[in-house]
């Protein structure tokens, strides 16, 4: 397939999208997303003094598997 | 005793660096909310650290420095951090609210001087302090990040928001033992 099939396919493909409206501005958040918030916040593995070293660890490996998919692709 | 990074991190490093320097900040963004993760499938992919300061030129020249010695580039829109790095460019930067970036070791650490909604003051006396290897790392509380991502409300904080609810959603589900709205979809098919 050539650049410009290659330019028109994408365009095609894209299109419900670029017509799609994205809201912005202020947005609220219902009670049962604050009170599942509440809930996380109060668990005691994130209390001050947690040990997060593991999800450090995870973002690492996340970094590493993007950017392998990225060279391979 | 909190457990070692299996080998050395750059956020860590940094957050270490600004202990050591005595800069005040607080993880907020997206990489604030995966400290507050239960599991490592509610981690969200990022590259990016954000981190909100009090507007304090010292503080800010502190954070700069420490940047700067653990190899980070200090970017300022699309132009490096001005020269000389001094106490009155640390004050045109505060007073106008700018963003710096730093950038280094595969990762970008956006030092922000504004959080929609919030004072510094206000999500400091709030904040969580967890470990990261050995280096304490203050994070702001969770409930302060996602109002702050409410009140910005762009198309990209509406998005996270929304995958966020969900992903606490399906969290209680399984807790809950009961079966999540994808695995009754393949159940049918």
Redesign the interface.
Known sequence: MDDDREYEALVRILEPYRNMRIETGPAVLSEDYLRMIEEVASAPENQSGADKTWMETAQREFREYFARVAREN | M?????RL?P??TLAGAFARAKVRFVVIGV?GV?????T?GL?F???DRDLFLPPDPANELRAWHACRREGFELWCGDEPLGQPMDRVLAEQVVSRRALVRADGH?LLVDLTLVMAGFTFEKVWSRR??????EVN?PVA???DI??S???????K??LF?ATH?EA??EL?RRRRGRPSADSKEHRHR
Request: hydrophobic share 40%; no cysteine.
């Open positions: 909190p457990a070692k990074t299996e991190e956020f860590p990489s995966n400290h507050y993760a239960q490592a981690v992919a990022t590259q595969g969580r302090v967890f470990k990261v290897g790392v509380s969770l409930k996602v109002a991502k409410a009140a910005a409300g762009r198309p904080d509406r928001l609810e606490l959603r209680g």
